[in-house]
């Protein structure tokens, strides 16, 4: 049974993923981060399409399960390309797109195979399994990802505010994700707080990037020296 | 080709690095954590 907070965090998931399109549309910059306006309204659309099925068939029915992880999984490679069009970004100059290209490729077939050797025991649900495994194991990959885009903003002196803003939040978000792993982990009796921080992390995305593509400036740069501390 | 190479090289080591963190992370915890989009996470049907 759902409570009054479950339903109002529903509804503003819906409501902050709306935001960020819009703001990107408002903004003109739909069409330069494509990737990650794609990934909301896909978001958006399996926010709605969740809360159809749920009211249709009900939280415990079959259909809202499979819908669920199905649905994630999805959302979880769409995010996981919206990652590497960042990459494109911030390496764009260097002439990498082919290599990009060929990495992200290889990585997410790496890791649908990892996937499949760590269900493979499994002996029902095989590509149920497979899909809430893939999903897990993309999200510790992005983390990665993100760590290593950081690490090559730093290195180059990358200046773009907004394109800071941008990787930033989905460091933050990738890594509010693995703590939230490890306090499961952790403490396992606090299963239900757990369960609305997993929710209020999935909201942070779209806060972070609706408020970057609203009130900063394509344009805005930031000093490099602001950006990293240099030891004297 | 050397280029390539590094794609691959970079790739693989990314794998095992999340997948090294995903080992330190999980340890021996089963409970799936999926927060793409909104909506309450159902648990998963083979518990």
Known sequence: MLGRVDYFLWFLTALLELSVVVCALARGSFRRYLALNIYMLGSLAVTILRYWVFSHYGFTSAEYLYFYYYSGALLTVGLYFALITLYSFVLGELQTGQSIRLAAIVLLAGTAFFSYLVIQQSTDRLLTRFVVELSQNLYFVGLVLTYLLWGAILKLRETRTQLIQLVLSLGLYFSAFAATYAVRNLYPNLHMISGYVSELIALSLPVAWAYTIWRVSPEARLAPSRLVVVPR | ?47
């Open chain 2, 1 to 47: 080709m050397s280029r390539k190479l590094n794609s691959l090289l970079l790739a693989m080591l990314v794998l095992t690095a999340g997948m090294g963190l995903k080992t330190i992370v999980k340890a021996h915890s089963n409970a799936p954590v999926v927060v793409a989009a909104g909506g309450p996470q159902p648990p998963t049907p083979w518990k």
